[in-house]
């Protein structure tokens, strides 16, 4: 059957509540982090906020439609975890700041009570597929050339985009870009080791080379942590460790490459995660990570239970950070509004009862992936998640990507959603 006709097919069908959902979640994966505004300041965050607003309104209707039923752990967890959110948002130094999420942002109340939608309605209604699986990847892959291009020196969409300050892809922050890649290269690397595919292998190297251009070492360090939980996954395999291999040769090739045509400067960068490490006592670490860490410790000791409010991180930091690190940001005309930890960022704006939810929801997800880890595909989702997490605790959560990993959390924490897809032989394609 020919596309034309799977199409005139579909259009004859009609779908029920559930088949809708996961439609719905499906284009929050694929399309979402595609949208751009060819107006305003705002080019990529605010039109991404309202589509997932838009969005997830209606998942939340044909929820309430099809009597979803919130029986399972995970949805008891998340239900208490954003109680509290909800009871920080009440006591908030600013509360406008803690339901909207301010501009540029926009992670506030709304936005994660959309995130607790669509984790609850993948856990319930998501379908695996391979179909959906080779539209998220494509979808990936034109973010991922898009950049590229333009760090070539050229703007595809200069004609749609004028007047634009430096792009990075349709995601607006190479830091954030590097979050979104993550995801795809933790799919497309194992996708080929585990499955032999050939199409995910090239799309990796297209993952990483973009991955390269983006300068963030949190990206590079977190890509060389999920792969060696993979490593483990294989190392008594011979043929899927001879893949892995070639996955490494590949990528050191471009990076050199990519590094030799860019006058050495990957390699510069690089050379600066073991310079961090020597000095991790510095403040100035890690892009100054170091220093926003004392300054959120310094929050969770003065407002342990309920933080400052949600997203209202800047407005703690400069009552409670070390003088020398607020001058230093204040210096750079730069607002600190998160932690660069997404455990440390909760309990600083929501109290450490919310980060430690948060905790028991990711650990009883990764507890049941990894009690089902013999199975490839469990595997795959666990390396996927592992890898965004870790970057998480050196980065920042944000609308282009977070709703990616609140879907694919929803899937982890129901394993019979992994299975249900369809698998071929094992030293078959899996992915199309």
């Known amino acids: 059957m020919g596309i034309k006709e799977k199409f005139l097919e579909l259009n004859k069908r009609k779908f029920d509540n559930a088949e809708v959902i996961n439609i719905l979640l499906h284009i929050i994966l694929c399309v979402m982090p595609l949208i751009l505004s060819s107006k305003g300041t705002d080019r990529y965050y605010y039109p991404k906020a309202l589509f997932l607003y838009g969005i997830g309104i209606l998942i939340f209707i044909l929820m309430i439609k099809e009597r979803t039923k919130l029986n399972t752990e995970t949805d008891k967890i998340f239900i208490l975890f954003f109680g509290l959110l909800v009871l920080s948002t009440i006591n908030s130094m600013d509360i406008s700041r803690s339901i909207t999420g301010g501009t540029w942002r926009y992670e506030g109340i709304i936005t994660l009570f959309m995130y607790g939608i669509i984790f609850i309605a993948a856990s319930k209604y998501f379908k695996l597929s391979k179909l959906g699986i080779n539209l998220f990847l494509f979808s990936g892959l034109i ?57 995910c292998f090239i799309y990796s190297l297209v993952y990483f080379l973009a991955l390269i251009y983006s300068k963030t070492r949190g990206g590079w360090v977190s890509l060389g ?119 440390l960022n909760y309990a600083a704006t929501s109290g450490v009862p919310a980060a430690i939810l948060y905790i028991i929801l990711i650990f009883l997800v990764f507890y049941r992936l990894w009690k089902n880890k013999e199975d490839d595909r469990v595997r795959t989702i666990l390396i996927i998640l592992f890898g965004y997490v870790v970057q998480a605790n050196l980065n920042i959560s944000v609308v282009p990507v977070a709703p990616l990993f609140w879907i694919i959390l929803g899937i982890g924490s129901n394993i019979e959603i992994i299975k249900n897809l369809k698998m071929e032989d094992k030293e078959k394609n899996v992915i199309m």
């Open 143 to 199: 973010v991922a050339i898009y950049y590229i291009i333009q760090n070539l020196g050229y703007e595809p969409l200069n004609f749609l985009l004028k007047n634009a300050e430096k792009m990075n892809s349709t995601i607006g922050n190479r830091n954030f870009l590097s979050s979104y890649l993550l995801i795809f290269l933790a799919l497309s690397m194992w996708g080929f080791i585990f499955y032999k595919n050939k199409k």
């Open 225 to 343: 942590i999920f792969s060696l939980l993979g490593l483990y996954f294989i190392i008594k395999d011979r043929n899927r460790l001879k893949r892995a291999i070639i996955i490494v040769i590949s990528f050191t090739l471009i990076f050199f490459v990519a590094n030799l045509f860019n006058s050495g400067e990957f390699m510069e960068r690089l050379e600066t995660v073991k310079e961090d490490a020597i000095n991790i006592k510095d403040s100035s670490a890690g892009s100054g990570r170091v220093g926003i860490y004392k300054g959120a410790i310094n929050m969770i000791k003065e407002r342990p239970f309920l933080g400052t409010g949600v997203s209202c991180f800047w407005e703690g930091f400069q009552l409670d950070a070390p003088k020398d690190v607020l001058d230093s940001w204040k210096s750079q005309n730069i607002m600190v509004d998160k932690a660069h930890n997404e455990i």
